[in-house]
Nanobody, 119 residues
Framework: EEQLAQSGGGLVQTGGSLRLSCAAS????????IGWFRQAPGKEREGVSC????????FNQYALADRFTMSSDNAKDTVTLQMRSLKPEDTAVYYC????????????WGQGTQVTVSS
């Protein structure tokens, strides 16, 4: 089965750190654009960070803030989102998304994971 499996998330205190992971199974993340999105109750979904993978390298990195950092592990077909200096307003469900950038168009979504930052 081709899918994205998320791990990480949980409850942290203000100022803490958390790492989210998104692993591809049944396919490879080569030639994909991968992004992290979040949605809080009553709010619209917003982009947090994204990057593209091509020929084993990452390109076009974006982050909503410097305290969010994405990285990729090509050997494990996994991308991670390192979050630092977390704030209560970061509380949301976080989703991983992968979009194929070459050939047949295809999109995968992770199952989502809850991140809660206590004040």
């Amino acid at each position: 089965e081709e899918q994205l499996a998320q791990s990480g998330g949980g409850l942290v205190q203000t100022g803490g750190s958390l790492r989210l992971s998104c692993a591809a199974s049944g396919f490879t993340l080569g030639d994909y654009a991968i992004g992290w999105f979040r949605q809080a109750p009553g709010k619209e979904r917003e982009g947090v960070s994204c990057l593209s993978i091509k020929d084993g390298s990452t390109f076009n990195q974006y982050a909503l803030a410097d305290r969010f950092t994405m990285s990729s592990d090509n050997a494990k077909d996994t991308v991670t989102l390192q979050m630092r200096s977390l704030k209560p307003e970061d509380t949301a469900v976080y989703y991983c998304k992968a979009d194929k950038t070459f050939g047949l168009r295809r999109t995968y979504w992770g199952q989502g994971t809850q991140v809660t930052v206590s004040s």
